[in-house]
């Protein structure tokens, strides 16, 4: 009874919004609080339909306590059971146990996730008010809310989901629902809107409560530090990015221009700063008044010379569609920073798109700690276990799988170069096709992916590509992915979330593709972390099923250059548990980058946090007057000429749009200021310490220069003959994107301190 | 220059309101308590009143200078006797090696990993040099005292060992106390050590002024004047420490069509003064070798010339104001390679408007840096050699030739002050000046930023409550 007791007061504790310690616990606690909750859904079963209704009014009615969690898990899984047909495991209750209190579930991939999460989020609604349900993509979120939604209703909780085409109207009513499915794109996309809007009634969220992650480890580990950003005002492209896109393209490497060790930063040469400016006809291209012609000219030869077609991006329906690392697919709305994106267009000839000044920007880990409670699931949160507690405070707890896994991991094979993995990899598809055995082939790129294809058409082997270019035939390919003899080449795209049932769609001869073993998964390249390749195995014996992957990667490879592995196995036999090792130090080391850059954005957040309740005081109060209160005479003149109504009204709408300046203003400063701040080093002092010191000043500077910016613009007023304030700035606020931080031109901090990483991986690899 | 300082930070009830912040600098300030109590536990063995005596012979050789860095224990050789300096002395030897050692070059360059080995390096280093040095010093000891009462009461193998013992295990309990203050308190425990140990002198310098005023040695007006110039003093020296060349350097723009506001961001601030008090330190260590060897190998060469090298001495000033120039430009050489610098900002787009990258930034950086570390050196010895001539005057007898002249000279106009020294002790040497006023306004900075972060942190927090009422 004491486990059981501990545990439910520490799920009640997290419930009510208290954080709970950082105690293991094992998994016999959580036995007890299983076996009163069967026991409670046996009851269930049993009662008829008016009956159910009274227990679930009841429920409803009672304020959040202790002995109710069994009672809503109980209910949730009796509902599931109703009306879905499908009966809760114990482990998946396991896994909701965890979530409800506050955890990370890691739960293998294909033991159902989806419908495990039910009872947990049925609990933190009725302790927290709310949950938002975050899910990879605005499919997943439909499909989720339609397909859950009817337990939802029948436990009288409303549920309502967000997707990229809706109305700000449609998004509002959503949001007001107690359980929404949403992807975080959408709503950290509208807490920004939010965050602009010049009136009450544009907004559309709700107070944020809890949050539920689908897939944690990708939001809040991969993509945790991508910004999401909102831009407006609207401004045109440099007409110079064909120029210099065609002038990039005659520079050549090491005589006009170089590329630092790791493929990550451009410069340009002497020779090439010389063509340069004689085709710009610029004069001195180092000149401060030349800052244009320079950025333009080192963005193209960025676009030109590191970003590749078909691996970092695609052209699609006219437009260059980013992919993503992780996923393997179009990152939909990613963008390089602006002049870089103009200049990846001016490169394949495109037409320019428009690009905006920052008015907001946060970042998914920071939109996170918006959340009062969090938790989530994942198939592979073990090896990020540090760092989810680090950083979120969040444990990560192993749901045992409800049949044993029998999948066979085979050892990688290594070669030299890409050109014998490549002949390798065809040898061993033909002599596993030919049993009839389906085969999985992750790769690392389009471009990979379709290398690989021209040699399989040749080889006469039939198989499908699933790559960016052609997701609308994901499902169908997928569909038939685990059929007699089928052989997908796919990218990462196979990866995460993908259920490959064995014998296709319907199942046909799945007990001969059983005796033949199952799934086979062959990863072409290891990934720098090794969550992604642990993603591309789990699509292979699910459920209990038998399978089997390996890994054929080659010195060749992206991640062994550009980690300097291949230069330090140069004269020695290379060692297949080196990779693993590796992959270990990278992603240790990423940890501790993303630490020190969190150091660096946490001043910022806080900033932006007090910013933002500055404004909304603005925005919901209407009656403080900076006017009023700091230069009375102009109020009153402005007063008898508009009326006090209509003044308020205006000045409202005027500090807000003050507001935004500022911050967005603000916001570019501190991007400049991030670019040089490590060279206080040079004058003895410590760049943290120097950045929180200046961006602390320049904030408070912010602040205090607001009231005076206000009244200014006051007394500048102009009114047009209607009696319409004139000088009022229309700003296109819609544009909303993601940004990549991973290949950002002008080395940002991160960039510089990943150069760590190449050396460290080195070290160990040659064992010095 | 100075810059604007927040008045929202610098409080220091700031301090005290602050939990976390509080308590790092009540760890700090215990610690530094645990050392100064240490200071006055005794090695055993000795006989301190025949030491005291000893070092008032000996004012001006290396060890009434290392007795700066230990905070005094050297003299009442208590077991923090050698202080943190053996520790300083390995953290330059290591600091050089990295320029010649590969494998250390190597380490050096690769981020907080390689800083750790080299600190453990370091470490070890120490502790090799102050068994060394504290058996040289047994030795020393056995060997000293000449006519007076013997300063070791029993000389032998055993006392030798025990003070060995005894002084290590003292210095390496320092240091683990200055890294612990680095790590949970606040500021550079080791800087700090230093620091305190130098400011626990002045108590007593406050009262033998006041005594000096109540025997009428001094009137009021010579401490007030007194007191006048050491204010202005420590203020041009924070003057000077804080003041840089901030040269501007353009980075392409990331944010397309956007005024510059407020200024340039980004510059390389190269400091008037960048090797800080180390200088010094060599220089004073090189030229009181001769005096030193002196007291060693007593004989008639090496007595003439530690005579003319004594403190005050025309030649010992020569060599001083020599090897601190020299020194102030060798360590800036060391810690600055113009040209490393240079190719770092073109690598990420960056360049100082009007010159190209590479080569001629290069160029231009160095220039601009020889001539702030000739500015540099000059203050140096000025700072370093002032107090010495309001100590002891200007000797200029010794000087061949128009010496015994310029002697009689001076002395007929009634400047012979220039020569004698106003017999005014000066309180901070130039060393200790530069010391202490470095390590508070590093400190400072350290307890700054950690105000900020608090009060930012505040609003972090702020934020997830009022959610959670949401």
């Known amino acids: 009874m004491t486990a059981f007791n501990e545990v439910s007061a520490r799920i009640v504790k997290f419930l009510l919004g208290l954080r709970p310690g950082s105690v293991r616990e094992s998994g016999r606690s959580y036995d007890f609080l299983l076996q009163q909750i069967n026991r409670r859904r046996a009851q269930l079963h049993e009662i008829d339909g008016t009956q159910l209704q009274a227990i679930i009014h009841e429920l409803r009615c009672q304020a959040w306590n202790d002995s109710l969690l069994v009672e809503v898990f109980a209910l949730a899984a009796d509902q599931t059971e109703r009306i879905l047909g499908l009966r809760l495991f114990d482990v998946q209750l396991l896994g909701a146990l965890v979530m409800s209190e506050g955890k990370v579930a890691e739960m293998q991939t294909g033991e159902g996730k989806t419908l495990a999460a039910v009872p947990a989020i049925c609990a933190l609604t009725l302790a927290s008010g709310g949950v938002h349900v975050l899910t990879a993509n605005d499919y997943l979120a439909q499909r989720d809310a339609t397909w859950m939604g009817d337990i939802y209703r029948s436990l009288h909780f409303s549920v309502g989901y967000v997707t990229q085409q809706m109305t700000a109207e449609e998004r509002r009513k959503a949001y007001a629902c107690d359980v929404v499915y949403a992807t975080p794109n959408e709503v950290g996309f509208d807490f920004l809107r939010d965050q602009l809007c010049l009136d009450p009634s544009e907004l559309v969220h709700q107070p944020f409560h809890s949050v539920l992650f689908d897939e944690i480890d990708s939001i809040l580990i991969d993509e945790a530090r991508i910004p999401l950003v909102i831009a407006g005002g609207d401004m045109t492209p440099p007409e110079m990015a064909h120029r210099c896109a065609t002038i990039a393209r005659r520079l050549r490497l090491n005589t006009d221009y170089g590329i630092d060790e790791y493929a990550r930063n451009v410069h340009l040469l002497d020779a090439g700063a010389a063509k340069v400016e004689t085709a710009l006809r610029c004069g001195n291209l180092y000149d401060l008044r030349n800052v244009q012609p320079l950025t333009a000219i080192l963005d193209a030869l960025h676009a030109e010379a590191l970003l590749r077609r078909d691996v970092d991006y695609i052209v699609k329906n006219n437009a260059i569609e980013l992919v993503d690392e992780f996923k393997g697919r179009i990152a939909e709305n990613r963008r390089w920073a602006a002049g870089l994106q103009t200049a990846v267009e001016a490169k394949e000839n495109l037409p320019l798109k428009k690009q905006g000044q920052i008015l907001g920007a946060i970042t998914l880990e920071n939109l996170t700690a918006l959340y009062p409670r969090i938790c989530g699931m994942t198939g592979t949160a073990a090896t990020q276990a540090e760092e989810f507690f680090k950083i979120y405070g969040l444990e990560v707890v192993a749901i045992p799988t409800n049949r044993p896994m029998i999948r066979v991991d085979e050892k990688d094979l290594l070669f030299r170069t890409k050109a014998d993995k490549e002949q390798a990899l065809v040898e061993e598809i033909t002599c596993v096709h030919a049993t009839g055995r389906p085969i999985l082939v992750g790769t690392a790129s389009v471009a990979e992916s379709e290398r690989l294809s021209a040699r399989l058409r040749q080889a006469g082997i039939p198989h499908h590509v699933l790559n960016a270019r052609n997701d609308e035939a994901e499902a169908q390919i997928i569909a038939q992915a685990g059929a007699l003899g089928a052989v997908t080449i796919s990218t990462n795209m196979a990866g995460r979330g993908t259920d490959i049932p064995l014998g296709g769609t319907p199942p046909r001869q799945r007990q001969t593709i059983l005796d033949l073993g199952g799934l086979y998964v062959i990863g072409t390249n290891r990934h720098e972390s090794r969550r992604i390749d642990h993603q591309l195995r789990g699509r292979s014996g699910r459920q209990g099923d038998p399978g089997s992957s390996r890994f054929f990667i080659s010195l060749e490879d992206d991640l062994m250059e550009r980690f300097g592995i291949r230069e330090a196995l140069r004269d020695r036999t290379p060692e297949v548990e080196a990779i693993e090792h590796v992959q270990r130090i990278i992603e240790g080391q990423n940890l501790e980058i993303r630490q020190t850059l969190r150091k660096y954005e946490q001043i910022i957040e806080a900033q932006r946090r007090i910013i933002h309740a500055k404004r909304r005081d603005v925005l919901t109060a209407a009656d403080r007057s900076v006017l009023a209160s700091h230069a009375p005479e102009l109020f009153q003149r402005l007063c008898l000429d508009l009326g006090g109504i209509r003044l308020a009204e205006l000045e409202r709408r005027l500090t807000l749009m003050k507001i935004d300046e500022a911050w967005s203003n603000y916001l570019a400063d501190v991007a400049e200021l991030r670019c040089g701040i490590h060279w206080v080093s040079l004058g003895g002092k410590n760049p943290l310490d120097e950045y929180l010191h200046q961006t602390a000043m320049s904030f408070e500077r912010l602040l205090n220069g607001l009231d005076e910016q206000i009244i200014d613009a006051f007394s500048h007023l102009q009114l047009d003959p209607h009696g319409e304030w004139a000088g009022l700035p229309g700003l296109d606020r819609g544009a909303t994107w993601t940004y990549v931080i991973n290949d950002q031109p002008f080395g940002d901090l991160g960039e510089r301190m990943a150069k760590a990483i190449v050396q460290l991986v080195s070290q160990t690899i040659t064992g010095q | 220059m100075p810059e604007e300082r927040s008045p929202l930070f610098s409080s220091i009830k700031n301090i005290f309101s602050i939990p976390d912040l509080r308590n790092r600098v009540l760890f700090m300030l215990g610690l530094l308590a645990v050392y100064r109590i240490g200071a006055y536990i005794p090695t055993p063995g000795i006989n301190h009143s025949a030491l005291e005596q000893l070092f008032q012979a000996q004012s001006g050789t290396i060890f009434g200078f290392l007795d700066i860095f230990s905070g005094g224990n050297l003299r009442r050789f208590s077991i923090f006797a050698l202080g943190i300096m053996p520790y300083i002395t390995a953290s330059i030897i290591l600091q050089l090696a990295t320029l010649v050692v590969p494998h250390l070059e190597k380490l050096s360059k690769e981020g907080e990993l390689g800083r750790r080995k080299i600190t453990q390096y370091t470490r070890y280093l120490t502790v090799v040099l102050t068994m060394f040095q504290g058996f040289m010093t047994a030795v020393a000891l056995e060997k000293s005292g000449g006519t007076g009462p013997q300063i070791v009461e029993a000389p032998g193998w055993y006392f030798r060992f025990m003070v060995m013992i005894t002084l290590t295990t003292g210095t390496a309990f320092i240091m683990w106390v200055g890294e612990q203050i680095t790590e949970r308190g606040i500021g550079n425990g080791i800087s700090l050590i230093i620091f305190a140990g130098i400011v626990a002198g002045l108590p007593r310098a406050i009262h033998d002024i006041i005594v000096n005023v109540q025997q009428r040695t001094w ?122 610098v240079a190719d770092n900002i073109r690598k990420y787009g960056g360049y100082i408007p009007g010159i190209r990258p590479g080569k001629r930034t290069a160029e231009f950086i160095d220039r601009i840096l020889s001539r702030l570390t000739a500015a540099g050196a000059i203050y140096l010895v000025l700072v370093c050699l002032l107090p010495e001539f309001l100590m002891t005057g200007f000797k200029v007898q010794p000087i061949p030739v128009i010496g015994p002249t310029l002697d009689d000279f001076l002395a007929s106009i009634g400047m012979s002050w220039v020569t004698t020294g106003l017999g005014v002790t000066f309180y901070f040497g130039g060393t200790s000046l530069l010391i202490v006023v470095g390590v508070a306004m590093d400190t400072v900075q350290q307890i700054e930023s950690q105000l900020i972060m608090r009060h930012y942190d505040g609003f972090l927090k702020k934020g997830r409550i009022r959610g959670r009422r949401g």
């Not at chain 2, 006048?228 to 003093?233: D, G, K, N, Q, S």
């Not at chain 2, 040269?247 to 397309?256: D, L, M, S």
């Not at chain 2, 004594?310 to 020599?322: E, F, I, K, R, S």
């Open chain 2, 219 to 340: 009137s009021l007006f010579t401490v007030i004047i007194l007191l006048v110039v050491m204010i202005l003093v420590v203020a041009a020296v924070v003057f000077v420490e804080r003041g840089q060349r901030k040269i501007p350097v353009q980075y392409a723009k990331r944010v397309v069509g956007r005024k510059v506001y407020g200024g340039q961001a980004t510059h390389l601030p190269l400091r008037v003064n960048s090797g800080g008090v180390i200088p010094v330190i060599f220089a004073a260590s090189i030229v009181s070798i001769p005096s030193t060897l002196g007291v060693v190998f007593p004989g008639t060469f090496m007595k003439s010339l530690a005579s003319q090298l004594a403190q005050g001495m025309p030649l010992y000033n020569l060599l001083y104001v020599t090897g601190i120039i020299f020194f102030a430009f060798f360590y800036v050489s060391i810690i600055f390679n113009p040209m490393e």
